[in-house]
């Protein structure tokens, strides 16, 4: 099944790698490369940071969803606004950037309130990528519909006009979307460009069509990195993107190559990596990259809800239930046990607080070393029934996740029954994205959160069945107690519900 997490979280790390070293030029970049998540640097905020690529990605998202799969450039446009006036959709309350042909559209549909496709900006200097950019989420709307190619063009020249409405750069979002469309039905580069190759054009004006001469009539993924042009000008990024993807095998080497032209990395490495994340998936991404992007579990969110509505409007079904409910039920185990000597791919760790390393299981901590705290500290706070996921370091597995568990005891705390399902959710969720095979999950809830026993070990067992969709190659799951009555109390529920 087609999941937009994979072009998404790909998008998102892509630009949350390049902002640090955003108009940095490639003589710099080449003789220091950049290979890891960095931290402040060109825009000054902390590692993981994503930009106005996301932002409009994850509103353009969020518009589709709420209109229940309709596209309404009206709403998308006010939630631009509130990107651009309140920081909504950002990783830290404000803006990151903000290109001047989005901030000149925006603020004249502000003042007129007319319709946001007339408000897009159409003189010959608006011809930058700040509409290339939120295209991803209508590769897979216009996918997941079948839709022609005259539909498609109409949908991306609306979404586009909305603040790019110079045919250039219309023509570019084209050309990048049906790349990514054909990318979904080959997952071959080369016929994907062969496709852009062989469309019809002929709505857009020669000098227009002129413009992409390099991609259109050659290869560009032939011509030498000197030739290759790395600035916000729509068509030295296309000519980028597909220089880099078509030239790496993978998407960690494509999101290195990208940052490493210079100039605009953030958009250039943004919407490279949502091809690459399309290609070989969310699974294929560098692990600490993952770990570091801020929201991770929002944007995942964000996706989950955005493929619902667009399989919805299909008439098609998400399968949730490809595995027999006894199967499952056989791979989980419930021991009585020190969670740090039991021998899975990923322990998880229950914290009170959601600033990670404060209220968190001690030995996990103890056992891990001063590293595991120190990357803890770099984390935004999570909410309760949130998960991330961190290194093991000292510890003798791949990897912790850390959720937050409600406190039963707290009478301002309500809701704990569904925000202890949420952890389960997410622990999955998490276990997939980083082809984790086997987990071991403590007692969530019981004991320092004073969850009655009946109710914890009831979300726990049932939490298991129900997201167990989420990453079906999971082969064990321990349920690690550490008093022998709960551990009965495990058992014997989950001997109750084997047929």
Same mark, same amino acid.
């Given at each position: 099944?087609?999941?937009?997490?994979?072009?998404?979280?790909?998008?998102?790390?892509?630009?949350?790698?390049?902002?640090?070293?955003?108009?940095?030029?490639?003589?710099?970049?080449?003789?220091?490369?950049?290979?890891?998540? *960095?931290?402040?640097?060109?825009?000054?905020?902390?590692?993981?940071? /994503?930009?106005?690529?996301?932002?409009?990605?994850?509103?353009?998202?969020?518009?589709?969803?709420?209109?229940?799969?309709?596209?309404?450039?009206?709403?998308?446009?006010?939630?631009?606004?509130? /990107?651009?006036?309140?920081?909504?959709?950002?990783?830290?309350?404000?803006?990151?950037?903000?290109?001047?042909?989005?901030?000149?559209?925006?603020?004249?549909?502000?003042?007129?309130?007319?319709?946001?496709?007339?408000?897009?900006?159409?003189?010959?200097?608006?011809?930058?990528?700040?509409?290339?950019?939120?295209?991803?989420?209508?590769?897979?709307?216009?996918?997941?519909? /079948?839709?022609?190619?005259?539909?498609?063009?109409?949908?991306?020249?609306?979404?586009?006009?909305?603040?790019?409405?110079?045919?250039?750069?219309?023509?570019?979002?084209?050309?990048?979307?049906?790349?990514?469309?054909?990318?979904?039905?080959?997952?071959?580069?080369?016929?994907?460009?062969?496709?852009?190759?062989?469309?019809?054009?002929?709505?857009?004006?020669?000098?227009?069509?002129?413009?992409?001469?390099?991609?259109?009539?050659?290869?560009?993924?032939?011509?030498?990195?000197?030739?290759?042009?790395?600035?916000?000008?729509?068509?030295?990024?296309?000519?980028?993107?597909?220089?880099?993807?078509?030239?790496?095998?993978?998407?960690?080497?494509?999101?290195?190559?990208?940052?490493?032209?210079?100039?605009?990395?953030?958009?250039?490495?943004?919407?490279?990596?949502?091809?690459?994340?399309?290609?070989?998936?969310?699974?294929?991404?560098?692990?600490?990259?993952?770990?570091?992007?801020?929201?991770?579990?929002?944007?995942? $969110?964000?996706?989950?809800?955005?493929?619902?509505?667009?399989?919805?409007?299909?008439?098609?079904?998400?399968?949730?239930?490809?595995?027999?409910?006894?199967?499952?039920?056989?791979?989980?185990?419930?021991?009585?046990?020190?969670?740090? *000597?039991?021998?899975?791919?990923?322990?998880?760790?229950?914290?009170?607080?959601?600033?990670?390393?404060?209220?968190?299981?001690?030995?996990?901590?103890?056992?891990?070393?001063?590293?595991?705290?120190?990357?803890?500290?770099?984390? $935004?706070?999570?909410?309760?029934?949130?998960?991330?996921?961190?290194?093991?370091?000292?510890?003798?597995?791949?990897?912790?996740?850390?959720?937050?568990?409600?406190?039963?005891?707290?009478?301002?705390?309500?809701?704990?029954?569904?925000?202890?399902?949420?952890?389960?959710?997410?622990?999955?969720?998490?276990?997939?994205?980083?082809?984790?095979?086997?987990?071991?999950?403590?007692?969530?809830?019981?004991?320092?959160?004073?969850?009655?026993?009946?109710?914890?070990?009831?979300?726990?067992?049932?939490?298991?069945?129900?997201?167990?969709?989420?990453?079906?190659?999971?082969?064990?799951?321990?349920?690690?107690?550490?008093?022998?009555?709960?551990?009965?109390?495990?058992?014997?529920?989950?001997?109750?519900?084997?047929?």
């Amino acid at each position: 099944m087609i999941s937009s997490k994979d072009g998404i979280i790909g998008f998102a790390i892509g630009d949350a790698m390049g902002v640090p070293v955003e108009f940095t030029n490639r003589e710099k970049l080449m003789r220091n490369p950049i290979t890891s998540m *960095e931290g402040f640097m060109s825009h000054n905020v902390p590692k993981g940071t /994503w930009s106005d690529d996301t932002s409009m990605t994850i509103a353009t998202m969020d518009s589709i969803i709420n209109s229940n799969g309709d596209i309404i450039a009206n709403d998308m446009a006010n939630r631009f606004l509130e /990107w651009m006036e309140k920081g909504e959709y950002t990783p830290g309350g404000k803006i990151v950037d903000i290109d001047r042909t989005t901030l000149r559209a925006l603020g004249k549909y502000k003042t007129t309130r007319r319709s946001a496709v007339n408000c897009g900006c159409t003189s010959n200097t608006d011809n930058g990528n700040g509409s290339l950019m939120r295209m991803l989420p209508i590769v897979y709307y216009s996918y997941l519909n /079948w839709l022609e190619q005259d539909k498609i063009l109409k949908l991306v020249a609306g979404i586009s006009s909305i603040t790019h409405a110079n045919e250039l750069v219309i023509m570019g979002c084209y050309m990048y979307v049906n790349y990514a469309i054909e990318l979904l039905n080959t997952n071959n580069r080369k016929a994907a460009y062969s496709k852009i190759q062989n469309l019809d054009y002929s709505m857009f004006s020669m000098p227009t069509i002129r413009a992409y001469t390099r991609i259109l009539d050659h290869e560009i993924y032939h011509y030498g990195i000197d030739e290759i042009k790395s600035s916000s000008y729509i068509v030295d990024t296309l000519e980028a993107v597909l220089w880099v993807l078509i030239n790496t095998d993978t998407y960690n080497q494509a999101i290195i190559g990208a940052i490493n032209l210079g100039s605009d990395t953030d958009t250039i490495a943004a919407c490279t990596g949502g091809l690459a994340g399309i290609i070989y998936g969310i699974k294929s991404i560098n692990s600490d990259w993952k770990i570091d992007l801020r929201k991770y579990s929002e944007i995942i $969110d964000i996706c989950e809800q955005f493929d619902e509505v667009l399989y919805k409007l299909n008439e098609k079904e998400i399968d949730n239930n490809t595995v027999n409910k006894n199967d499952i039920l056989r791979r989980i185990e419930i021991v009585n046990n020190e969670i740090t *000597e039991v021998p899975a791919d990923a322990l998880v760790c229950a914290n009170t607080s959601g600033n990670l390393g404060r209220g968190g299981e001690g030995t996990i901590f103890s056992r891990a070393g001063i590293e595991l705290e120190n990357k803890c500290r770099e984390f $935004d706070e999570l909410s309760k029934g949130q998960a991330k996921v961190t290194r093991a370091y000292r510890i003798d597995t791949k990897y912790i996740i850390h959720t937050v568990v409600p406190k039963w005891y707290d009478e301002s705390e309500t809701n704990q029954n569904e925000l202890l399902e949420e952890c389960y959710k997410n622990i999955f969720r998490i276990s997939a994205d980083y082809d984790i095979k086997s987990i071991a999950i403590p007692t969530l809830g019981i004991g320092a959160c004073r969850a009655p026993v009946d109710i914890a070990v009831k979300i726990a067992i049932d939490g298991i069945i129900n997201n167990f969709f989420r990453n079906t190659d999971i082969d064990k799951i321990y349920i690690v107690c550490n008093d022998s009555r709960i551990q009965r109390t495990y058992i014997e529920y989950l001997n109750s519900l084997l047929d």
